[in-house]
C-alpha cells in the first residue's frame, strides 16, 4: 500500500514515527507525500498542550475527508493523544480504522492489516512497557543528525503535566541497544546524535541503579562516523559532577545543554511540584558556566500558571535579566484534563499570561542581540545544512544552535559545500559568518 505517515509534536514523538515508517517500509509497504495518492494514512499525534491537542484533533478530521472523498481506505490514529483519548477518537470519528497507544506502536504493521480487512483495530499495552527496537528505522531528518531516544517516560509528576499518565513512569533503554541504533545511525549518516527523553539527566538509574549518562555518553564518543553529539531535557537538579567532567573532556560533545527550568519564583516551583529553588538554579547555571566557559544554556519558561502574580513575573523577568541565557522558549500555561493545576485556585486570564510572555521573549530578544555583538571576530565549526537558492551562501549551525528548536547562521563563501559538512568560519555579522576552511579529518572522526 501507499501509505502518507504524518508525525506532530516532539522529537521523542518522531523517533517513534521513524520506528514505525521502518516496520511499514519493512514489510514492503511505499511512504508517500501526498494524502491525494495514499491508500492509507497513519498520524502519530500529539497532546502536551491546547495547541497541539488542537493541531492533532484538525489534522484527524482533515485527513478524515480524504476516507470519504479520497484513495485512503484506512486511517490509523496513535501516539499521545491515542493514548489519552481512545474512547472520543473511536466514537466521534468513525472514519478511524486503528488506534494505537503510545507503547504499541510496534504493533503498526497488524493495525495496517486489520484496517485493510475492514476491521477496527485498538492496541494499549501496559504504558510502563518498554517497546522493542525494530532495527528498521527510517531517519527523516535529512540524514546528517538524528535522535536517539535514550528512555520512555517520568517520575516527576510536574502539577501541570500529564505525560507521565501517557508514557508512563520512567524507563531507561539498555545501553547495548542505544549503542547498536547509533551504530546503525552513524552507518546512514548521522553525523550529528542528539539525546533525548523526557528527562536526560537520570538516565541509567533504574537499570543500573545510578545516573550512568555520562558512561554512555564516553561510549556514543567512540562510534566512528559521529561528529557532534548534543543533550536535551536535562533537568538541572539532576545534573550531577561526573556528567559535567565527560563534557569538558569529550571534543564530540557539544557544550550545549537544554535545561527546562520553567519559573525562578520559588512560591511558583513549588506550585508547579519542580524540585529547584531560584537559589539552586541560580547556583547550577554558575557552576556550569565556571566549569564550561563556552557552555550554550537553552531553557524554556511557563507564563501565567494558576497563582502567579505580577510579583512573580518581575521576579521571573529580573531572573532572565541576570542569568542572560543564550537560548529562551516561552510558553503560556496551558490547563490539561487531570492534572492537579487545572483545578488551582487562581486561574490566569489568557490575556495576561500572553502579556507576560511577550514581556519576556522581548527581554530576551535584546539579550540575544547583544550576545549576538560579542560573538562578532571569533571563529567557530559549523555543520552546513543546505544552500541558499541563487546565492553563494549556505545556511548552518554552530555548536550552539539545536535543530528545528534555536536559529540558522548564513556562510558566505563561492565555495562548494555538501549538506553535513563541517566548515571553520569567522564571524561578521548578526547571522552572516565567512568561510575559512573546511575541517581536516582528524577533527571530524
Known amino acids: 500500500m501507499k501509505i502518507l505517515f504524518i508525525s506532530l509534536g516532539c522529537d521523542k514523538n518522531l523517533a517513534d514515527s521513524e520506528e514505525m515508517l521502518g516496520l511499514l517500509t519493512g514489510s514492503g509497504h511505499e511512504i508517500v507525500d501526498s494524502e491525494e495518492e495514499a491508500d492509507a494514512i497513519v498520524i502519530n499525534t500529539c497532546c502536551f498542550i491546547h495547541d497541539a491537542k488542537e493541531e492533532s484533533v484538525n489534522t484527524i478530521l482533515e485527513m478524515a475527508e480524504y ?33 494505537l497507544g503510545t507503547t504499541s506502536y510496534g504493533d503498526i504493521v497488524k493495525a495496517l492489516n486489520e484496517a485493510q480487512a475492514g476491521n477496527v483495530f485498538q492496541e494499549f499495552r501496559d504504558i510502563n512497557e518498554l517497546p522493542e527496537d525494530s532495527g528498521r528505522r527510517v531517519l527523516t531528518t535529512g540524514g546528517h543528525f538524528g535522535y536517539l531516544k535514550i528512555a520512555e517516560g517520568c517520575d516527576k509528576h510536574c502539577t501541570y503535566c500529564i505525560i507521565p499518565s501517557l508514557r508512563g513512569r520512567f524507563r531507561s533503554v539498555p545501553e547495548e541497544r542505544l549503542l ?28 543500573y541503579g545510578k545516573k550512568t549518562l ?9 562510534i566512528k562516523g559521529i561528529r557532534w553529539i548534543r543533550v536535551l531535557y536535562c533537568y538541572p537538579e539532576e545534573i550531577y ?44 547555571i554558575a557552576k556550569l558556566r565556571r566549569e564550561i566557559p563556552d557552555i550554550v544554556l537553552r531553557t524554556s519558561l511557563i507564563t501565567g500558571f494558576p497563582g502567579e502574580t505580577q510579583e512573580d513575573h518581575e521576579e521571573l523577568m529580573e531572573f532572565v535579566d541576570e542569568m542572560e541565557f543564550d537560548r ?12 492537579p493545576a487545572e483545578t488551582m485556585e487562581g486561574q490566569v486570564p489568557e490575556e495576561v499570561k500572553e502579556e507576560r510572555r511577550d514581556e519576556l521573549m522581548s527581554l530576551q530578544q535584546e539579550i ?27 545556511i548552518a549551525r554552530t555548536y550552539a544552535d539545536a535543530p528545528k528548536v534555536d536559529g540558522y547562521i548564513f556562510v558566505q563563501t563561492g565555495e562548494l559545500l555538501v549538506t553535513g559538512d563541517f566548515a571553520r568560519v569567522r564571524v561578521t555579522g548578526a547571522l552572516e559568518y565567512d568561510l575559512i576552511g573546511e575541517l581536516a579529518d582528524e577533527y571530524t572522526e
Open 214 to 222: 555520562h558512561i554512555l555518553l564516553k561510549k556514543l564518543c567512540q
Open 328 to 339: 529562551l522558549g516561552v510558553f503560556t500555561y496551558s490547563p490539561e484534563e487531570g492534572t
Open 241 to 284: 559532577d561526573e556528567l559535567v567532567q565527560v563534557m569538558k573532556e569529550e571534543k564530540k560533545i557539544c557544550n550545549y545543554l537544554d535545561l527546562p527550568i520553567q519559573h525562578a519564583s520559588d512560591r511558583i516551583l513549588k506550585r508547579m511540584g519542580r524540585r529547584t529553588t531560584r537559589k539552586q538554579l541560580e547556583d547550577i
Open 180 to 207: 547498536a541504533q547509533a551504530e546503525y545511525m552513524a552507518s546512514q549518516g548521522v553525523k550529528e546524535l542528539i539525546l533525548v527523553a523526557q528527562e536526560t539527566t537520570v538516565y541509567g538509574t533504574d537499570l
Open 368 to 394: 540575544s542581540l547583544e550576545k549576538g555583538d560579542e560573538r562578532i571576530g571569533q571563529e567557530l565549526v559549523v555543520m552546513i545544512e543546505g544552500k541558499v537558492s541563487g546565492e553563494s551562501a549556505y
Open 67 to 99: 476516507k470519504k472523498t479520497g484513495n485512503c481506505k484506512a486511517l490509523i490514529v496513535t501516539g499521545c493523544m491515542a493514548q489519552r483519548y481512545k474512547e472520543e477518537i473511536t466514537q466521534e470519528i468513525p472514519e478511524v480504522d486503528a488506534v
